[in-house]
């Protein structure tokens, strides 16, 4: 089910970014800690109450030197493509602007749900700065303090009361969810329709918040699919959707409700680090990964050259060395028949559950042949493992104490679970939990 997404609006400085950062706390990302990948995020997952959404920062979308009302034109028709509700911020301590109010009109013509904060309010006491945005007929203005974090509940309390009702989790586990990732002009297009040329697929509206995004079922030898509606597939034409914070937010949304992302590179073009980031994302969200080496056609190619793409790509994508590459040609259609066995077996790992006694017995025998790590003299103590999750396969290891487990050790751990149970296409996750 797709969580309910809210976007923050508003003129440059007011403060969106210090408040995004404030609502998503201190969640960390796996993928920024890699080189190459951008640390300025838009798009975010938060929690408030125990109910989770997203957020989006349209402030950091860059749409290149375009004068302000430009800009914010640009901004809101993101916001009202992408978010269930808009917060507007504005400045307490500057007022009402002319350019907050064409933003106003702007969205109050979208019927979207629309939340005002005004921001820099550090001083409760100076609340009555806020009376002069009743005149922006947006409602009850909210005054925050995005730097000292106030107000920020009453705002969120505004926003939840707008976000759609929460349907009932209905758990399709007999359909797999795919999406295809990647920067513009690798195939992703020309993929899709090659895939789907000869099924007959209906194309639904997905239930839930995303309005405009368009899924595609069909079913092939008795596997129910869905492939879901990603950045660049459907071209709109509108000038933001080519800037690469665009894509890379649409991505992140498909990602989400997928099982299976697939990674698709332009073999024509090599590996670029647009297209790691975009890798990073898929891993970091713990979906099944299948990387798809597309335009294998147009290659020039001898008995080497697909032996050594391949390495290039584990260089490159380190962290996915469990993901299995394809290389195929939406044009020729070569290997792509080859794609649904990979998609199946991928999601099959991504879900699957092994059983604790077995999965003791590997992680002891591991154990026993290369001895758990010291750390200050102190020796990690492994307990007992058990898998606690699926989607992705994940496995507690109760022990002495967590700090001691380090990185080079739950990777020795993951090889040797993976050459017991295979996990091809699946990220695993292993965590340290204190044995009580
Ligand atoms: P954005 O361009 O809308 O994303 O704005 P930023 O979040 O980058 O903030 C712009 C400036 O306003 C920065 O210097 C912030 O430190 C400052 N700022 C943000 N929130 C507050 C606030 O609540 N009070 C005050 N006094 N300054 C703030
Ligand atoms: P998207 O932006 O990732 O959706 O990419 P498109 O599907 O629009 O394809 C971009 C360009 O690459 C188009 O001109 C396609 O005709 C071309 N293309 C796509 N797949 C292949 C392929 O397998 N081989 C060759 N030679 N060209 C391809």
Not at 37 to 66: C, Q
Not at 73 to 95: N, P, S, T
Not at 202 to 215: P, Q
Not at 290 to 297: L, P
């Amino acid at each position: 089910m797709q969580k309910p997404v809210l976007a923050i609006v508003g003129r440059p400085n007011v403060g969106k970014s210090t408040i995004f950062n404030r609502i998503v706390g201190d969640r960390v990302s796996i993928v920024e800690d890699m080189p190459g990948v951008t640390r300025d995020r838009i798009y975010s997952s938060a929690e408030w109450l125990n109910r989770e959404f997203n957020i989006i920062d349209t402030g950091g979308i860059e749409i290149g030197d375009e004068p302000l009302l430009h800009l914010m034109r640009q901004q809101a028709e993101v916001a009202i493509d992408e978010a269930d509700v808009i917060v507007f911020l504005a400045d307490g301590k500057e007022g009402v602007t002319a350019a907050d109010e064409e933003v106003a009109k702007l969205l109050h013509r979208s019927k979207k749900p629309i939340v005002l904060g005004v921001n820099k309010i550090d001083n409760p006491e100076r609340k009555d700065l806020i009376y002069d945005f009743y005149s922006l007929g947006m409602g009850e203005p909210f005054p925050v303090s995005g730097s000292h974090g106030i107000g920020l509940g009453d705002l969120l309390d505004a926003v939840f009361s707008h976000f759609p009702e929460q349907p009932e989790e209905e758990e399709d586990d007999e359909t797999i969810r795919f999406c295809l990732i990647g920067r513009p002009n690798v195939g992703k297009s020309s993929l899709v329709n090659a895939i789907l040329g000869k099924e007959r697929v209906i194309v639904s509206d997905i239930a839930g918040t995303t309005r405009d995004a368009i899924d595609s079922e069909f079913t092939r030898e008795g596997q129910k699919y869905t492939i879901i509606d990603t950045a660049g597939m459907r071209k709109r034409g509108k000038v933001y959707e080519h800037t690469e914070k665009y894509s890379v937010l649409r991505a992140l949304k498909a990602i989400e409700r997928a099982d299976v992302v697939c990674v698709v590179l332009n073999a024509e073009e090599g590996i670029i680090e647009q297209d790691k980031k975009v890798a990073g994302f898929a891993h970091e969200a713990g979906k099944a990964v299948i990387i798809i080496v597309n335009k294998w056609d147009a290659v020039e190619k001898d008995d080497k050259t697909l032996r050594e793409f391949e390495q290039k790509i584990r260089d490159h994508f380190l962290y996915l060395s469990y993901a299995p590459i394809l290389f195929v040609s939406a044009k020729t259609k070569q290997r792509l028949h080859t794609l649904y066995p990979l998609i199946n077996q991928v999601a099959e790992n991504h879900s699957l559950r092994v059983q604790t006694n077995v999965l003791n017995d590997v992680i002891m025998d591991a154990v026993a042949m290369n001895p758990t790590p010291t750390d200050n003299g102190k020796r990690l103590k492994i307990n007992y493992a058990t898998q606690v999750a699926i989607k992705p396969p994940t496995i507690a290891l109760f022990v002495n104490d967590p700090e001691l487990l380090h990185f080079s050790y739950r990777r020795f751990l993951e090889n040797k679970v993976r050459e017991t149970f295979g996990f091809i296409g699946t990220p695993i996750r292993i965590v340290a939990r204190k044995k009580n």
